[in-house]
């Protein structure tokens, strides 16, 4: 699958049994004991550099449709916004969900918890995907790292089913 260029390497089947009670535990489950077969599905020769993966998995209860643990060439993600895109579309595509003309909801069990995504159908074919994710909010405002090479840097954080550090551009002196 891709989404907007993006990959996505969907593992369907034929992965070994991974153990927990939530996607959560069985990621953790697979980095320990599995991680072998992750850096030789997202590694070359059968992958690359921007490889990125998912294990489908069942729902962590019956009110899930399904769970997926995200993967790439550098690990494993909390959350992946263009893998929900691409799984949402391969789930109609595949009728892993019953399909109707219109919005489709599908409830994905994902590491940092459950995502619910829309899928539009019209005359049988997927036309658009958007999707809500878990809360997200501030952890801090104006946070500073010292980076060699760069020096201070002034930074937002945020979580949104991943942490993220936000710099704003017109704040240093980078040369990009």
């Excluded at 595509?93 to 019209?122: A, F, Q």
Aim: proline share 4%; hydrophobic share 40%.
């Amino acid at each position: 699958m891709h989404t907007g260029g993006e990959p996505l390497r969907v593992i369907i089947d034929g992965f070994p049994e991974l153990k927990g009670k939530t996607i959560l535990e069985s990621r953790n489950y697979c980095k320990e004991n599995f991680d072998y077969l992750r850096t030789a599905l997202m590694f070359e020769p059968r992958g690359h550099a921007d490889m990125y993966g998912c294990i489908l998995l069942p729902p962590n209860d019956k009110y899930g449709d399904f769970g997926i643990i995200f993967l790439h060439n550098e690990g494993y993600s909390t959350m992946c916004g263009h893998a929900i895109i691409a799984i949402s579309t391969l789930a109609v595509l595949m009728h892993w969900i019953d399909v109707e003309e219109g919005d489709n909801m599908i409830k994905i069990d994902t590491p940092c918890g459950r995502i619910t995504s829309y899928t539009n159908v019209i005359n049988g074919k997927v036309i658009g995907v958007r999707f809500h994710g878990v809360p997200s909010f501030v952890v801090g405002l104006d946070r500073t790292v010292n980076i060699e090479g760069l020096g201070s840097v002034t930074y937002d954080l945020a979580y949104g089913g991943a942490f993220y550090a936000y710099v704003d551009m017109n704040k240093h002196n980078f040369n990009f």
